[in-house]
Every structure is written in structure tokens, then in C-alpha cells.
């Protein structure tokens, strides 16, 4: 069951006696995630991906991968192409034959290898029934980042044709326990391409994204007590943020990188602070008898969402970062943790005790309508997608911890697992700038 400061009873369950770190830079995951996908959007794009021409086979099937991350959203229903019709980016297009199979656009194009073992990677990106293109690109890349590509061309698929930004390359992080062991693991949105930042003995907690993506900020207890890092993935390196007396926990960044909010027990009860990315500058943000914990940043960082106690039970508030009052946020039910913005600022995920069950929520910040949009019961968690369409949470099947993901209505679901691992804390990174 989640407990209030939001450390899942899991967490807390080995000694604290060392660390044992086997890479500070990134390396080979010995699992993937195993995603299984439920439900569809309302109303899906009809598409036909082709495979792309080629002369060999290349190391990656990148046409696949780009329908697979296209049926993932539950937004686009493909479209079979004939077997013997093998287009490139720049064949004809059959217009008529695509149009009475229902297919409302077409991807096609080539893949080819070149002398200095890298792939020259085309593809156009056709509107059927207004029979005209909409763009395409093309890329160089080395084998290594075929995978990549193939989400990069998601990317602009789901662009183009829904209007907003796809999140296909963007990366997730999470913690897996498999025994006495830790691991700090960021992969692709897919669950594909794991490495392993981090690995301990000790319970690592809290993992959250840099704006830029190049860093996680995280609780490790290898001091015998939670302990704030930050973590670069491109170096492998990482400083200490707050280790101060008493508890340090529950890390968030601001919009713009340059701060982080977190909470210390060093005065007493959990209150929330403030300090620059590096730990410098620290300025306490909350001053109460009760339990100020999880703080969350408005996406113009002008405010901290956050939990407390102050009303008798936990509900989250909401106060400015540069101090005042601050304002209750829920109202429904007695219990209602865990904040988390979205990406345009209208809505709130969280956690809500519901008939004695941890669910999932959205709040409509601005109507104040609150919507359950799960139906398990030992939720914890959340994190929004760049584009706010889909929510990652964790939760619990057949006593082991399990990510899913759902569509902001709640209408798509994946859920993503391993066979040997209680997989916990997801964090979604930002979308990436190539």
C-alpha cells in the first residue's frame, strides 16, 4: 500500500549496509520491457506503412518499428500493403488502390548502406485523399541508432498528421528490484534499448527527469539514510544535491533546470526546500507543524504543487514558489498524493484512495472535475508524456510491481513488465532535440 510520503513499503525493505555501483555510464540491461497493449483511441488514422526498399537487409526493421510505435498511441489502425509492391520514396503513389482499401495516408521510402558502413535512411509521408505530399526527410545514421531513426520518423508521422508532437524518442526511467538488487534503468519509450545507470544494494527512489534530458535526479540510501543526487548520463558522473540531517527525499526540477525543490527533515518534520541544480542556495519554501512533502512545479515554475497533512489528512496544495499562501488543490476523498503537472498546465495527475483502493486521477485544475482513470488498486507514481497524452504510472499484478501507461482519457492502455523483476518508480524524460 503507498504510504503518505509516497515510499512503497518495498522500498524500505533492504538493509542499509552498502553500495554497490558497477557503472557509473550507462551500460547493456540484461531485460527489456514486455509491453501489452489494451484498447484504442475513439477514432483512429487509417495508415499504410511500407517497408522500406532496400538492397539487404539492414540491422533494424525500421518500418516496424515505426507501426509499432504508431499502434501504441491507439491512434492509428494500419493498413496492409501487397506483398509485391515494394515502393520508395520516390514511386509513384497509388493513390486509387489506397483510398479503396481506407487508407487515409502512406509512408514509403529506402534504406541503404553506405561505403562507410552507415545507412542512408528516405522516407516521404502522403495525404491520400488530398493526393498530395507532406514532407519527408532524410537521414545518415550508423547502425547503433537505426532504432532512433525509426522513432524520429514516428515522431514526424504523429506530427503531422494529429497536429501535435510524438513522443516515440523520448526515454523512460524506472527502478527494478530483483532480489537484494537495484537498478537504475533508462530506456526508450518502447521499453527497448535498457541500460543500466545505477546499481546498488540499497533502495534507489524517486528518479526524475532534467528538463534537457541529459540528467536524473534521484534518492539513493547507501549512506544509511536518503541521500539527493543528480546523475548525467552523457558522463556517467554525479554530484550530491542534499545530504542533509535527517531525511532527504522526493526531488523535483524546476521548468528550466536551473532548481531543484526537494524535501529535508533537518528542522524537524518533512518540509519542502529549494536550492540551485547544484545544491547551493538552499531556501526553505515551507514553514508548518505538519508534513510537507512531493513537491511538483507548475510548468511555468512560478508554483510548487505539493502534499500535506495540514487540513488532518493528506490532499495536495498548491503555493508560489516565491512564498504566500498557500491554496488547497483536492477536496475529493481523505486521500490524494503525489502531483504532477501537465505539460500544458491544465490538469493534475495524482494518486487517490478511493474505497480503500490507490488509483490513478486526473483534475481539471481549472473546473476542479476530477476523473479515476484506472481501475487497479495499489497505484503510485505518475508521470506525464511530453505532449501530455498518455500518463505512466506504477502498480502492482500478481504481487510485483508493474509500469502501465494510459491515455489521458483513459481509453489506451500498455502495460509494461518483466518476468524476473518488481519494476517501480517511472519517470517520462522530455522530448529530445536531435
Known amino acids: 500500500m503507498p504510504s503518505f510520503n509516497g515510499i512503497h513499503a518495498w522500498k524500505q525493505s533492504a538493509r542499509l549496509f552498502f553500495l554497490l555501483v558497477l557503472s557509473f555510464v550507462l551500460t547493456n540491461a540484461h531485460a527489456q520491457l514486455r509491453i501489452e497493449i489494451s484498447g484504442v483511441g475513439s477514432s483512429q488514422f487509417p495508415i499504410a506503412i511500407a517497408d522500406l526498399a532496400s538492397e539487404s537487409a539492414p540491422p533494424q526493421d525500421i518500418s516496424a518499428i515505426v507501426r509499432s510505435d504508431l499502434e501504441r498511441s491507439g491512434l492509428f489502425r494500419m493498413l496492409p500493403i501487397a506483398a509485391d509492391s515494394r515502393p520508395t520514396e520516390n514511386s509513384p503513389v497509388a493513390y486509387s488502390s489506397l483510398k479503396a482499401a481506407g487508407a487515409d495516408a502512406l509512408m514509403q521510402g529506402s534504406i541503404?548502406?553506405?561505403?562507410?558502413?552507415?545507412?542512408?535512411?528516405?522516407?516521404?509521408?502522403?495525404?491520400?485523399a488530398k493526393q498530395v505530399s507532406l514532407g519527408g526527410q532524410t537521414v545518415t545514421a550508423p547502425p547503433e541508432q537505426l532504432r532512433q531513426t525509426a522513432h524520429a520518423i514516428s515522431d514526424f508521422i504523429y506530427q503531422k498528421l494529429t497536429g501535435e508532437p510524438g513522443v516515440f524518442s523520448t526515454r523512460i526511467a524506472y527502478v527494478t528490484k530483483n532480489g537484494s538488487r537495484y537498478d537504475l534503468i533508462v530506456a526508450d519509450a518502447d521499453g527497448e534499448s535498457a541500460q543500466t545507470a545505477l546499481t546498488s544494494r540499497e533502495p534507489i527512489i524517486s528518479p526524475t527527469w532534467s528538463p534537457d534530458g541529459t540528467r536524473v535526479a534521484y534518492v539513493s540510501f547507501e549512506s544509511r539514510k536518503p541521500v539527493i543526487y543528480i546523475h548525467s548520463l552523457p558522463t556517467g558522473q554525479r554530484i550530491t544535491v542534499a545530504n542533509y540531517k535527517g531525511n532527504n527525499s522526493a526531488p523535483a526540477w524546476s521548468p528550466d533546470g536551473g532548481k531543484l525543490a526537494f524535501v529535508l527533515t533537518r528542522d524537524g518534520n518533512s518540509q519542502i526546500y529549494l536550492s540551485n541544480a547544484d545544491g547551493s542556495g538552499l531556501k526553505r519554501l515551507t514553514n508548518t507543524s505538519g508534513i510537507e512533502t512531493e513537491p511538483a512545479f507548475s510548468k511555468d515554475g512560478g508554483s510548487i504543487y505539493f502534499t500535506s497533512d495540514r487540513s488532518g489528512g493528506p490532499q495536495i496544495y498548491v503555493m508560489p514558489i516565491d512564498g504566500g499562501a498557500a491554496k488547497r488543490v483536492t477536496f475529493s476523498g481523505t486521500y490524494n498524493i503525489s502531483p504532477r503537472v501537465s505539460p500544458d498546465n491544465k490538469s493534475l495527475a495524482f494518486i487517490a484512495r478511493r474505497d480503500g483502493q490507490f488509483r490513478l486521477a486526473v483534475l481539471d485544475l481549472q473546473s476542479g472535475e476530477e476523473r479515476l482513470l484506472t481501475n487497479t488498486s495499489r497505484d503510485e507514481s505518475?508521470?506525464?508524456?511530453?505532449?501530455?497524452?498518455?500518463?505512466?504510472?506504477?502498480?502492482?499484478?500478481?504481487?510485483?510491481?508493474?509500469?502501465?501507461?494510459?491515455?489521458?482519457?483513459?481509453?489506451?492502455?500498455?502495460?509494461?513488465?518483466?518476468?524476473?523483476?518488481?519494476?517501480?518508480?517511472?519517470?517520462?524524460?522530455?522530448?529530445?532535440?536531435?
Do not use: C, H
Not at 387 to 398: D, F, K, L, S, V
Open 112 to 128: 541503404t548502406r553506405l561505403a562507410n558502413g552507415k545507412y542512408d535512411v528516405r522516407f516521404a509521408l502522403f495525404d491520400i
Open 382 to 434: 505518475p508521470s506525464f508524456s511530453a505532449n501530455g497524452r498518455m500518463i505512466m504510472y506504477a502498480t502492482e499484478q500478481g504481487g510485483k510491481g508493474v509500469l502501465s501507461i494510459t491515455s489521458f482519457d483513459g481509453k489506451v492502455r500498455q502495460k509494461l513488465s518483466m518476468s524476473a523483476s518488481d519494476v517501480r518508480e517511472p519517470t517520462w524524460g522530455p522530448l529530445l532535440k536531435f
